[in-house]
């Protein structure tokens, strides 16, 4: 069984930075493809951003792409969501996932096997 523990979110004004980092325990964490999802209120939750197993491919939500930058440490069992130039409507909670071991990473939900807590950020205008 693997375990999520997500870290970093909180309140920052529009244009402000803020690193996300999700910690993984219990698996074997570099054989895991990774996403980063979120939820704004009233919403569905949509996907952020997604590395490879290996960390040499990324890709992103439209939304964020160029903002926002995700990379893995597998040494350290953590993957990283860097987030520059927040707005508003960056405002939710943010959840890591884990896809199946050697997988694929996607945009799509169902892939992904195991989810973290979420972290919630804020960012005031």
């Known amino acids: 069984q693997v375990q999520l523990v997500e870290s970093g979110g909180g309140l920052v004004q529009a244009g402000g930075s803020l690193r996300l980092s999700c910690a993984a325990s219990?698996?074997?964490?570099?054989?895991?493809?990774m996403g980063w999802f979120r939820q704004a209120p009233g919403k569905e939750r949509e996907f952020v951003a997604a590395?490879?197993?290996?960390?040499?491919?990324?890709y992103y939500a439209d939304s964020v792409k160029g903002r926002f930058t995700i990379s893995r440490d597998n040494a350290k069992n953590t993957v990283y969501l860097q987030m520059n130039s927040l707005k508003p409507e960056d405002t939710g909670v943010y959840y890591c996932?884990?896809?199946?071991?050697?997988?694929?990473?996607?945009?799509?939900?169902?892939?992904?096997?195991?989810w973290g807590q979420g972290t919630q950020v804020t960012v005031s205008s």
């Open positions: 590395i490879s197993w290996t960390g040499s491919s990324t």
């Open positions: 219990g698996g074997t964490f570099s054989s895991y493809p």
């Open positions: 996932a884990a896809g199946r071991g050697g997988g694929y990473y996607s945009i799509r939900e169902n892939v992904y096997d195991y």
